[in-house]
C-alpha cells in the first residue's frame, strides 16, 4: 500500500514555462486536494476533487488547473509559471461524505522552483 | 471567518520536560479537528482527530483535548525523535468536502 505518491519530487522551471504534477492514491478515496506549503502561510487549498470527473476552487486557484480522469489521479498544471508559484505542493485524499473517517492522507511533496 | 492560530510558533524543550502545544479556532460549526505531525521535507502526517468538547485522544508521548474554543497537544517526557513541526486543522460545518483549514504550525525541537 504505497497511499499517496506524487511526482516529480523536484522541479525546477523557468518563468513562463509549464508543468505538470501527477498525484496518485491507492486507498479508493474519493476526495483529492492540492495544497502550497509556503513559509510563515501554512497550508492553502489550491483546487480539490470531490469525485473522478469532478473539480472545485480553493483557497488560491489563479494559475493553476487541475484535472480528475481517473478516481485514484489528480492533476495539478501551471500553464505558465511565475516566481510566485515557487513552493511546496502537497496532495492529499480522504474517504467521502458518509464513507468512512475524513482525516486527510498526504503524500511526500514536490518542491517547484521557477526562476 | 473560519481561522486557525497554533502557539507559539516554536518551542525547545529538553529531553523529558513535558509541555503543551495550543491551537486556537473560529469556525461556525466544527466538524472536526486534526492533528498532524510534518517532519522536514515530508507530507503531514496524521494523528489525531477530535469531535467534541471534553474529547481527548492519545497516542505514545502525546495527547490531544479539545474544548469550544481551543485544542492542546500535550506531550509527556518528549524524547527527540518528537522534534518536527505540528500543524493543526479544522473542518467546518459549511461544506461536504472534508475541506480544512491549517494553521501556520509550532516547530518543536527536543534536545538530547
Known amino acids: 500500500n504505497a497511499g499517496v505518491t506524487q511526482t516529480p519530487k523536484f522541479r525546477v522551471l523557468k518563468t513562463g514555462q509549464s508543468m505538470t504534477l501527477l498525484c496518485a492514491q491507492d486507498m479508493n478515496h474519493e476526495y483529492m486536494y492540492w495544497y502550497r506549503q509556503d513559509p510563515g502561510m501554512g497550508l492553502r487549498l489550491i483546487h480539490y476533487s470531490v469525485g473522478e470527473g469532478t473539480t472545485a476552487k480553493g483557497e488560491v486557484p489563479d494559475g493553476y488547473n487541475v484535472s480528475r480522469l481517473k478516481k485514484q489521479n489528480f492533476l495539478l498544471g501551471l500553464e505558465s509559471a511565475a516566481p510566485s508559484q515557487t513552493s511546496v505542493y502537497f496532495c492529499?485524499?480522504?474517504?467521502?461524505?458518509?464513507?468512512?473517517?475524513?482525516?486527510?492522507?498526504f503524500g511526500p511533496g514536490t518542491r517547484l522552483t521557477v526562476t | 471567518e473560519d481561522q486557525v492560530t497554533q502557539s507559539p510558533e516554536a518551542l525547545r524543550l529538553q529531553e523529558g520536560e513535558s509541555s503543551s502545544l495550543n491551537c486556537s479556532y473560529t469556525v461556525s460549526g466544527l466538524r472536526g479537528l486534526f492533528w498532524y505531525r510534518q517532519d522536514p521535507g515530508k507530507g503531514p502526517e496524521f494523528l489525531f482527530t477530535l469531535y467534541s468538547a471534553g474529547e481527548e485522544k492519545e497516542k505514545e508521548r502525546l495527547k490531544a483535548t479539545l474544548t469550544k474554543k481551543e485544542s492542546f497537544l500535550h506531550i509527556t517526557a518528549p524524547k527527540p525523535e518528537d522534534s518536527a513541526t505540528y500543524l493543526c486543522a479544522v473542518r467546518d460545518y459549511g461544506g461536504a468536502t472534508n475541506k480544512l483549514i491549517f494553521g501556520t504550525g509550532t516547530l518543536l525541537a527536543v534536545q538530547p
Open positions: 492529499a485524499s480522504s474517504y467521502g461524505r458518509g464513507q468512512g473517517s475524513v482525516e486527510q492522507y
